[in-house]
């Protein structure tokens, strides 16, 4: 039998079918918007039941006010109309304040939570996604945000515990910018502490202190000279961290 050369295999037209793309399998579809609030609305209620009252007292009232103020102009239907998206709109806001809080209960404790805390701040700070000074055997840490009211440091552990922790690094950051302003926050539920759910409303109450190009050049500065602690690969635990020591010898 004769072998089949490559003009003897039927050729594809111009117009020929290309090969269907794959579909992407539901496991990996993203949850649409609705459902997505609905999520978030079940985790809510769980930790705060009272979210749904709040949420309709919020509907309902505005509703009232678009209706008797409609009554009052002899429109009542154009009001009623603008009033009830209106309505879902403050429930909405709502509901996203309380499971902002009710989120922050749920790590409160947990490692990293002070970070995450930060993390909500809105543009115009300068976060570091790892501590900048931890004890990994207490598990204590101290995390950093750089604004316009200067250098900010979240403590994340008892006042006590964490005390030297924070006051070794503002030493550190004194020495380098000693004409920087530096914040020191503590986070918890005792006297002098904030709650997780108002760091980053404390944090934007701040007074300005720097313009927006000195904000960036402290940023720098602090990046240039690095941090007190042993640089952490990502993706590592940095309260799981250790020294290595043939590095340290230079080895």
Not at 31 to 50: A, C, E, H, S, Y
Not at 124 to 136: R, T
Not at 138 to 164: M, N
Not at 182 to 189: D, F, K, L, M, Y
């Amino acid at each position: 039998m004769a072998n089949r050369t490559d003009s003897d295999a039927p050729k594809r037209g111009l117009f020929s079918r290309k090969p269907k793309a794959e579909k992407p399998s539901k496991a990996n579809k993203q949850p649409g918007r609705l459902k997505q609030i609905g999520q978030v609305f079940q985790m809510t209620r769980r930790n705060d039941p009272n979210v749904v009252w709040f949420m309709l007292l919020a509907f309902l009232g505005i509703v009232a006010v678009g209706l008797a103020v409609g009554l009052l102009i002899n429109n009542w239907i154009t009001l009623l109309i603008i009033s009830i998206p209106l309505g879902v709109l403050a429930a909405t806001f709502i509901l996203s304040r309380r499971a902002e809080r009710a989120a922050f209960s749920q790590i409160e404790g947990q490692p990293g939570a002070s970070g995450a805390a930060l993390s909500v701040l809105r543009r115009g700070w300068i976060l570091q996604d790892q501590p900048v000074a931890v004890n990994p055997r207490t598990q204590d840490a101290v995390f950093r945000a750089v604004g316009r009211p200067g250098i900010v440091l979240v403590t994340e552990g008892p006042s006590h515990r964490v005390r030297q922790l924070v006051e070794s690094e503002r030493r550190r950051l004194r020495r380098i910018l000693p004409n920087v302003k530096i914040h020191v926050i503590e986070t918890g539920r005792g006297e002098g502490q904030v709650e997780l759910s108002k760091v980053a409303k404390t944090v934007q109450k701040l007074k300005k202190e720097l313009t927006k190009q000195e904000v960036s050049a402290v940023d720098k500065r602090l990046q240039a000279l690095g941090s007190s602690k042993l640089p952490i690969p990502k993706g590592v635990d940095p309260f799981k961290a250790r020294p290595d020591r043939k590095a340290m010898r230079g080895r």
